[in-house]
């Protein structure tokens, strides 16, 4: 089940996805473009709603530099802390989108 929400936030098993994943047990997730994908906005805007989570979330999320130029740190997370995420993100865009998730878990 936690595949089919992956999709639905952006997540797929081709290399062309828009989400960066960290290999492991359990895989990490990319905070950063989890937000942006479930927003539908940039990466910078994305990084200042991840600075306005609370910080019980944000301590669930260490920072990670993937491979690649010009990388930086980002915060990854768990599935778990992406679902606990996604019930924080404002707008209408991301309700849409978390309905969308919803939709996929039942």
């Known amino acids: 089940m936690s595949s089919l929400v992956l999709q639905c936030i952006g997540v797929d098993d081709g290399n062309d996805s828009k989400i960066r994943v960290k290999d492991g047990s359990p895989p990490m997730i990319s905070v950063i473009d989890t937000i942006a ?10 990084a ?10 944000k301590t669930k999320c260490p920072h990670w530099k993937f491979p690649g130029e010009r990388q ?3 915060p990854v997370c768990d599935f778990d802390t992406v679902i606990t ?13 978390r309905d969308k998730v919803a939709e996929t878990m039942r």
């Open 72 to 74: 930086k740190g980002t």
């Open 48 to 57: 200042k709603i991840f600075r306005r989570l609370p910080d019980a979330v």
């Open 85 to 97: 995420i996604m019930q924080h993100l404002p707008g209408k865009v991301a309700a849409r989108n």
């Open 37 to 46: 994908s479930v927003c539908e906005t940039c990466k910078n805007y994305a």
